[in-house]
């Protein structure tokens, strides 16, 4: 065997080379995205059978690595790629990804990250100004951040128990508790539910109608039934996006209605929360000034690399009430830790790619990116309305999600199928009450009206070959 190891020999191993063979391979995915397929993925991939007892040298791992991509990967770059709310990675996010990974400060404790620690809280004040939210009431931050939409969401339902029974946390639940939200809600909900021991027969969910709209009289009777039966409401949830249609939800009225039967108001924004940046559609937001606490996704239609989520809270001090722990090892030096307010411990400054991506685009440029995926998306929808071979779903949404079905319905899967296979685009199925639509989720920020019109126009010949 002929190998060099490279951790026992330091003058081996350079780092230079290897970022910049990283970062050629990187750059030719964004700028020729569309020289490998959107999806490719081998099931017979080699996954090596023996464990790597020896070393070998970093230009080996890389050239593996990049054959394995080359014929097993989900190609975000492309603007032809519309799965989930799956982003093209934005550079300046990666690159701070990058620097945050290498400097390895974590803002979990000032100690151990002090410039991670302000940066972090510099980062959620940008998001209140640029979403058009308050300042939180008291002296803490009011935010934290957390590994995507689902830890923020079990956070806010734990905020919302301890809310709900001070006791909970010494004792566990004593009572029996109801959360509600509407049919179409994420379900990381129901995980929450179970982790919490709240039990998701519990997560009481409402109907929404063929828009995608909550039936808010129907919220009402069911938390009101609960009442009379002596359950106690523990949360109301609306959705700023949600996850099949991109509806944005009643927040005003779902508020007044927490505020009624006080109960916590929880907005699950993970997706849309992005586009209150945009006037126009912040005004259908009306009432998420009210929440008690709202879940981010940074990784969504903020363009940053997967594994970022956000919680915001009006009082920030409920995070520090539920969240504060300690232990001898860990010297009180009355310093801000912001483990004190977070489930996590340590955990990856991820705020430093956010920070690169909003202080290098400013709020102005990001705006601009959020405003040509609309206005992608809106010529897509125009050019399918007036086609009589296609039904637009009009789903109550403003966000750039849209979802169609074939006049001849019953070849939606087989749509989906050739248009995947063949590289043309890559939407999803999505079985929404019962049937099937083609669901197209813009969030490529590189996407252009010349690309939507070809990727139409493709569409069209493969439904006319189906006919
Ligand atoms: C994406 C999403 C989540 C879950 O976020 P993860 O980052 O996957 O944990 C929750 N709620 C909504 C509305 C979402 O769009």
């Not at 199928?417 to 099937?436: A, F, G, M, S, V």
Request: include cysteine; hydrophobic fraction near 40%.
């Amino acid at each position: 065997m002929h190998h060099v190891s490279i951790t026992a020999n330091k003058t081996e191993f350079d780092f230079v080379d290897a970022i910049t063979r990283i970062s050629v391979f990187l750059d030719s995915l964004y700028k020729n995205p569309d020289d490998i397929p959107l999806v490719a993925s081998k099931h017979d991939l080699v996954v090596q059978s023996c464990p790597p007892e020896v070393g070998r040298p970093t230009d080996y791992l890389l050239n593996e690595l990049f054959q394995k991509f080359e014929h097993n990967f989900c190609n975000v770059f492309s603007s032809s790629y519309f799965g989930y709310i799956s982003p093209r990675p934005h550079p300046l996010g990666v690159i701070g990804d990058f620097l945050a990974a290498g400097v390895n400060q974590t803002p979990g404790a000032w100690r151990a990250g002090p410039a991670a620690t302000k940066i972090e809280l510099e980062v959620l004040g940008w998001f209140r100004q640029l979403f058009g939210l308050p300042t939180p009431d008291g002296d803490f931050p009011g935010g934290i951040f957390t590994g995507g939409g689902t830890i923020a969401n079990l956070i806010a339902l734990k905020l919302a128990r301890d809310a709900a029974d001070s006791d909970a946390q010494d004792h566990g639940i004593t009572k029996k508790y109801r959360i509600y939200c509407s049919q179409d809600s994420h379900f990381s909900i129901d995980k929450s539910v179970d982790f919490l021991g709240i039990g998701k027969r519990n997560l009481v969910k409402i109907a929404v109608d063929s828009r995608g709209v909550i039936n808010l009289d129907e919220l009402k009777a069911a938390i009101e039934l609960d009442v009379q039966n002596g359950c106690q409401p523990m949360a109301i949830i609306g959705t700023v996006g949600t996850t099949a249609i991109a509806v944005i939800e009643p927040l005003e009225e779902m508020a007044s209605l927490a505020k009624e039967f006080q109960c916590w108001f929880h907005v699950d924004a993970a997706a849309g929360l992005s586009y209150a940046a945009c006037d126009e559609i912040r005004k259908s937001m009306k009432g998420i000034e009210l929440a008690d606490s709202i879940t981010f996704d940074p990784c969504k239609w903020m363009f940053m690399s997967f594994g970022v989520g956000c919680l915001l809270v009006k009082d920030g001090k409920k995070l520090f009430d539920s969240c504060s722990a300690g232990g001898g090892y860990w010297e009180n030096k009355e310093e801000l830790d912001l483990f004190q307010q977070n489930l996590y411990g340590t955990r990856q400054f991820r705020s430093l790619g956010i920070w690169m991506l909003l202080r290098g685009l400013g709020f102005s440029g990001y705006r601009k990116l959020l405003v040509n995926i609309l206005e992608c998306a809106a010529l897509f929808r125009s050019l399918i309305k007036e086609d009589n071979r296609f039904l637009l779903m009009e789903s109550n949404s403003e966000l750039p999600v849209i979802c169609i079905r074939a006049r001849r319905l019953g070849i939606e899967q087989q749509l989906v199928d050739i248009c995947q296979n063949r590289n043309i685009c890559y939407p999803t199925l999505l079985k929404w009450k019962n049937e099937d639509h083609i669901r197209f989720a813009f969030s490529n920020y590189e996407i252009d009206q010349k690309k939507v019109k070809k990727i139409y126009q493709e569409i069209c010949e493969v439904y006319d070959s189906i006919i």
